[in-house]
């Protein structure tokens, strides 16, 4: 019974039960205060005077927006609970950017549209289906906690889709890829789930 | 859906002491898959009102031993989960893709540890050893104090028989007569350390963010290809 096989003398350190907090905790996961860093590779340093956000794939008419365009748009506060599948939980984190309903609404997508491949630099991308991303589940954050994003979190700009896993809050984003079908991204081809909910623990391949 | 990684219940064989703050537990699993040298086991701890907590630890040893695991672990005072790891233990892996290294990616390799970062990185060294791979190999290794160095002795041996070299920095206190380096990781320190292995060394970096930034950066400047420079991190939240 490997499901509950029980440690003698364990009880955890957790968050009082029914507290409002232990309720935001998604299974196997635990809170932290400070703000882990992962990633696969050396941190990109794109200047803002070559950075740009793309809208593409099929869309009518793909967009693409400079720094400061993209800073003319509106932009909302976003205060979100976040969870990374190294099993950390932050909660209250503060973001300023741009909602990703607001983006779309610069393109007109295809009938055909079903998924999203966010793309990086540095060669980062992950899948989103697009109802994840849309009806205020999703933003461009350009500002964390009142500063601007700093580069090992993801900035100048990174995709904050808070409700999955945060691997799918493609650090250094630089647009979206709208696509028919599903294709894996980087994560999901070695051995990550496809789509990534916490409070379903989709973790891994199969899960 | 078939989970295609189900939990198991390992049973803890052996423990020994690394360092004073680190041991390494052999765990013995009855349904053993050889893991690709840099992966990873998550660690689930139950309590008896179903509450359960789960972390991720790196695996040290090397797939050619079968059978079995060695898990290093950190032991925090505090620690939520580590002080519990000593009987048996709900453990699913091997997990992860990228920071993975063996014979079928070989080339020059250039090893970059910050403290318990480590682990992952032995577990490529062992593997090198045992597959009897003759790539050149180095390892830049920081750590607070000589005491604090895990493997040491093994690395010692590892790096007298075949074409490996282990430079290590003790950047807050170093034994008499010390001839290693004495700082924290710098562009001249990989500068002279990945210089022998040229530009097609490909890089595993693991450690405290601060390192691993510095390192990853570092590496860049002196003249590797970022697509040649893998990282992960081994921070307070691993254990």
């Known amino acids: 019974m490997p499901d509950r096989f029980v440690t003698r003398g364990f009880v955890g350190r957790r968050e009082p039960l029914g507290s409002d907090q232990a309720a935001r905790i998604p299974p196997g996961q635990h809170l932290v205060k400070d703000f882990p860093v992962l990633s696969a590779g050396p941190t990109p340093r794109t200047p803002l005077a070559s950075w740009s956000f793309k809208i593409e794939g099929l869309v009518k008419d793909p967009v693409s927006w400079g720094w400061d365009d993209f800073q003319r748009l509106p932009a909302q506060e976003f205060t979100k609970d976040i969870s990374c599948v190294t099993k950390w939980t932050k909660l209250d984190t503060h973001w300023r950017g741009v909602s990703v309903d607001t983006l779309l609404e610069h393109v007109e997508l295809d009938r055909r549209a079903a998924f999203v491949t966010a793309f990086s630099d540095g060669g980062y991308t992950t899948n989103v289906p697009l109802p994840d991303l849309i009806d205020g589940q999703a933003f461009v954050a350009y500002e964390y906690e009142g500063k601007p994003l700093a580069p090992e979190h993801g900035g100048p700009a990174r995709l904050v889709v808070p409700h999955l896993y945060f691997w799918k809050s493609a650090k250094w984003v630089r647009g979206l890829r709208v696509m028919e079908r599903d294709e894996p991204g980087f994560w999901e081809s070695l051995g990550y789930n496809n789509h990534g909910d916490p409070w379903k623990e989709e973790r891994y391949t199969g899960d | ?239």
């Open chain 2, 1 to 239: 859906m078939k989970r295609l990684l189900e939990w198991q219940i390992a049973t803890v064989k052996a423990i020994r002491p690394e360092t004073p703050d680190v041991k390494t537990l052999t765990l013995a699993l009855p349904d053993w898959t050889a893991h690709r040298p840099g992966q990873h086991y998550d660690v689930r701890l139950t309590a008896a009102d179903g509450y359960s907590a789960q972390r991720s630890y790196s695996v040290a040893s090397e797939p050619e031993r079968t059978g079995e695991i060695d898990l290093t672990v950190e032991r925090l005072a505090d620690g939520e989960v580590s002080r519990f790891l000593d009987d048996a233990v709900a453990v699913r892996g091997p997990i992860g893709g990228y920071f993975v290294w063996d014979g079928s990616i070989g080339g020059p390799l250039l090893l970059v540890a910050g403290g318990s970062g480590v682990v992952p990185l032995m577990a490529m060294l062992r593997h090198r050893a045992a597959a009897g791979i003759n790539d050149p190999a180095r390892l830049l290794y920081s750590a607070r104090t000589y005491e604090q160095i895990i493997y040491r002795d093994e690395l010692e041996a590892l790096a007298r028989k075949d074409g490996l070299t282990v430079s290590y920095a003790l950047t807050r206190s170093q034994p008499p007569g010390w001839k290693g380096y004495t700082r924290r990781i710098d562009d001249a320190m990989l500068r002279e350390v990945s210089g022998p292995l040229g530009p097609d060394a490909l890089a595993y970096i693991c450690g405290p963010t601060a390192l691993v930034e510095v390192a990853a950066d570092g590496l860049e400047r002196v003249g590797l290809p970022a697509e040649h420079i893998r990282t992960e991190r081994f921070g307070p939240t691993g254990p």
